[in-house]
């Protein structure tokens, strides 16, 4: 990169998901990275079913000064989201913002912080009665959305025939 021009935008790249409340984590995640880091603005990009899509996304950061992005892929692994279709998303863009320098990071893959990470995940592992925990955090977000596999099932309290957009608080 650049080392004289300001400090670039990070997009948090994520496939994205039909469950509401499922993007928390990203932003939690996006929002730590603000607050650590130099950049010029860190924000989440989807590439389906949630929102904001990547391009969109792309669009935000140049609209508020970004000429260098790192997008870094929030996977796992490099598989086929990351291979084909950000590398598809990528072409669109920069074709779209040629002024724009971007960076493709790797995916958050292996890192010997993460072993520390997976013991403490070990050490709160839940017993049977509570794996059902996370399913009613996400349902506190729930949105009257059919695509949502929890859509009019308990925890769930958005019915079908809620109207389009009300929010189950």
Known sequence: MNAGAKHPAVILFSHGSTLCGSSDTIYAHAAALRSLGPWCCVEVGFLNYSQPRFAETVATVVKQGAVQIVV?????VAGKFVRE???REMESVRSQYPHVEFWVAEPIGYH???????????????????????LVRV???????????????????????????????
């Open 112 to 134: 010997p912080a993460l072993a520390d990470v997976v013991l403490e995940l070990c050490s709160a592992a839940l017993p049977p009665h509570r794996w059902r925990d996370e």
């Open 139 to 169: 349902a506190a977000r729930c949105e009257a959305r059919p695509e949502c596999p929890l859509y009019g099932h308990p925890p769930c309290k958005a019915q079908p025939s809620a109207p389009a957009g009300e929010t189950c608080v």
């Open 72 to 76: 870094v892929p929030y996977f796992l």
């Open 85 to 87: 279709d950000l590398q």
